[in-house]
């Protein structure tokens, strides 16, 4: 499938002429392990899978009819899309300011730039300088939003309306039988109108499959950033728990992966389709 204007860290789908209302942002599948990475750490490259959400491109690309997509290369490890410029953490971050934006996240390691991965601890072998974090901002970070919010621009110019989905995968909550095994996050009604969210929530129940709102992850960045539903841009986190789509180790593509392409494809459709005003079936509904 031919790429539309890739930038210096995404490839990007179907931007030139959106051709429907969803837009789809993968922000942490990337895998471009860079040897200036690498060289800074203190820890296996191996260790890094676990800042990933782990082959979530592969299912994005599969499930992506002709919307317009945008999917990070640069690891989370190097630059996290899904936080704010200022959630710099100054454990890894010289240029960090005392006292600067916080975060649970930032404060549990998983800034800006994260420096902490789960099972290996801290992953980097120094802090880096104020100018090589700007550069991986400027570089990496504000292109992806750039890219994005001219993108939904253009998307709500032609169809009135545009709907952000954030897709994400997260490891699995508890037994698959009790736990909820997608998350829709919408930063608690802020960043859509709960009629999306309800389409979302009965395509995957019609699916069988457990879904609950913003517990534990109510979106982040970049819905918070690119979401003004007064607007008419809406924007969803969804999460979707790996052994939904991987082998048992959570590595590699499982038995799962065709049906939640199929999963994601639905929620894309059933998106579009309240976007537009049009009525889709639906099992649940």
Known sequence: MA???PGPCYDGYGLALPAGPVVLSVPHGGRDYSPALVDALRVPP??????????????AMAARGDEPMLM???????????????????LVDAGARIGGRSSAKLRSGL?????????HGDIWTRRFTDAEIVARIETDHRPYHQALAAC?????ARFGVAVLLDLHSMPPLGRATVSPRVVIGDRHGTTAEPRFVRRIEAAVRGLGV???RNAPYAGGHIV???????RGIHAIQLELDRSLYL???LESPGEGFDATVALVRGVIAALGAEALGQDLPLAAE
């Open 3 to 5: 790429q539309a204007n």
């Open 46 to 59: 191996s260790a890094l899978m676990a800042l990933e959400d782990r082959l979530i491109d592969r299912v």
């Open 72 to 90: 990070q290369r640069t690891p989370r490890a190097w630059i996290d899309l899904n936080r704010d410029e200022g959630e710099r953490d100054p």
């Open 111 to 119: 800034g800006l730039v994260p420096r902490r991965t789960a099972g």
């Open 152 to 156: 939904l621009a253009a998307v709500r």
């Open 210 to 212: 457990a879904v609950t």
């Open 224 to 230: 918070e950033r690119h979401g003004d539903p007064r």
């Open 247 to 249: 082998d048992a180790a």
